[in-house]
């Protein structure tokens, strides 16, 4: 088998912990597997690096942020080639260059234009361990270009896709994929089992074990991905094609969102193109709009049109709105950031009816009020008051039956 | 004007550092000169990588411990381009890969074959600061080598040459290059000019301003060097050809070496080929073999042989010489480790006689014995017992008037 293993910045976060990643890896090498390792920067290394540079500029240019902060995986790569090394398997770091990974030159948040893997095969064929630095490539032109937070998830789906691999491994510091938050609903259950497009679902609302890119990257490849703990031997959540057992389960997740802010510009005349003005001046300021939400009011013909936007560019939102407010003749600009967005993520959906509905019920039960709704094939999301998150989310796990042992997915392992 | 300017450890070695450094270089360029920046890793971050090094892995191999160390550099380079772009001066970072710094495959000692500098002269054409990182080039084979401790004054003189630089400034934390070590002797005086060879001298011998091989690069390249201090605007020590002000002054400066350990074979038998099979298999277990000495007693037809080695090699030349010992034929070997090694260096002592005459006469005046003694056409040595040093260094560098200001050198800055 060829397994592609990536680890994360607690997986590697020490000395004690490099060592123990080499030891897994050994293992699996001697288990007659061939293996490719992807490391991401030793944690806090990234966020120690960020400061620097915030310290030093004002606004540091990404070419040089990308320079800097590819340092960190390069270090781990070293050091985790090392550690493999000196328990006699042969190992060997490879930086994102010499892996070949081509991006594009959007410096900070590169996409992958393409990726050889020549190097890694080789090393394959010859029995060494590759260890290849996570979160980075070059330009056409040789320059140093970072893929994003998370990215290290792409380099490993990405290789993984490359070499074909049997299985793609994410270590980090958790068990797995939840139900939900276990932090908030203690009787949130590890799922054995989940398809690509609920784990995109559950990863873009805020369930940050593996990052949204590297998923559909996996989807469009189809590399069986699996998220497990490098601090214990748990088989972990596998991560794959959708099955149609995956879909006598309506509802799989429950997930939430405290990082959006929510803009209404009230008393919009209603008349074409004055959406269109609003979302473009936004788009044009790169913010990404989550929901939107416009109501009619036949009679007055004017309408309202909230929106979310993530915190971090509400303030820009604001100003960029308000700033057109005035020309689209409506009346003023609102701005609200105790909200939250609470979900709930399942394949099933697709075939079974009155999700939505047993959602709305179960909120209006705890009296939590709605105030905007949005809805996927697999997905529906409600927008409520922030301190009512850690309530919705349990009752919501509770409604769809969450913490029951559900046979048709195997015994729940914790 | 095209001057490089290149800054050690401690001259980017915090936030406050680099700001600094950013405000030099944005004076230079503003004064109308192109400028090109080599830094080196901030202080301490070397020892930090090579720490963890030595913690994963027992002997960490010398490919991975490049891709480990070259990342301090990337990393100033980063923060350094960063500084200077916020100071409205346009700066580019760039690895020793892109700079086009083609070494042998040595791992972390490679040496340089090869140097474009197009990516360099290009960034300075269209009026950048380009921000090299030190220390670090790649194979033929793309594989990423590091050019051993000090390897950043290396890149400095090499870029200046394939640049045809005016100017190689090197920034440290001294003001330049003192006639010995302003610590033994409060005395000490900064000089303002030296030549190559006498800096070479120097620079082996322990004044660590300036690493060997860039003085040799340096020589052979034609370019001027200046050694100055990025704490302060004094102007430093310049380090050119010799001229014939030198000549007039008999010895530059004394220097000393603690780290060299002394290892005696007694009774050798004196005949053909005895040293050349010792010294083979020094040099086999790659030991730099610094001075040696032979006595050959003529009525006994057996000689003694000592020799130095770096302290850090005595254990494994001990080793090495005492299985030799036997099959010599000679009767024992003998380790000395407090021992030291003080030398005066001038290119003066081409035309002048007397020098080691008066060393000597100087040493005995003290009672210091003098174990072993080698000399060249600018130098001469005496290893002598370490406990004694200071004590040498301070009377040799009153007996040859180094404290007194000599005009031929021009006025002394302190």
Redesign the interface.
Known sequence: MVIVQKYGGTSVGS?ER??AVAERVARARKNGNGVAVIVSAMSGETDK?IA??N???????G???D??L???E??S???T???I??LGVKA??L?G??VGIITDDAHTSAKIEKISGETVKKALAKGFVPVIAGFQGITQT?E?TTLGRGGSDLTAVAIAAALEADLCEIYTDVDGVYTTDPNIVPEARKLDKISYDEMLELASLGAKVLQTRSVEFAKIYDVPVVVRSSFNDNPGTLVVKEDRDMEKVVVSGVAYDKNQSKITVTAVPDKPGVAARLFQAIAGAHIVVDMIVQNVSSDRKETDISFTVPKSDSEKALKITGEIVSELGAKEVKLREDIAKVSVVGVGMRTHSGVAAKMFGTLAQHRINIMMISTSEIKVSCIIDSKYTELAVRVLHDAFGLDAVRKTRGKSRR
């Open positions: 000395i490099i060592k690096l620097l540079a310290k030093v500029a004002l606004n540091p240019e070419r040089e942020m320079l800097l590819s340092s960190g390069r270090i790569a070293a050091l080639a090392m550690a090394s000196s060997l770091s930086t260059r010499q040789s140093v």
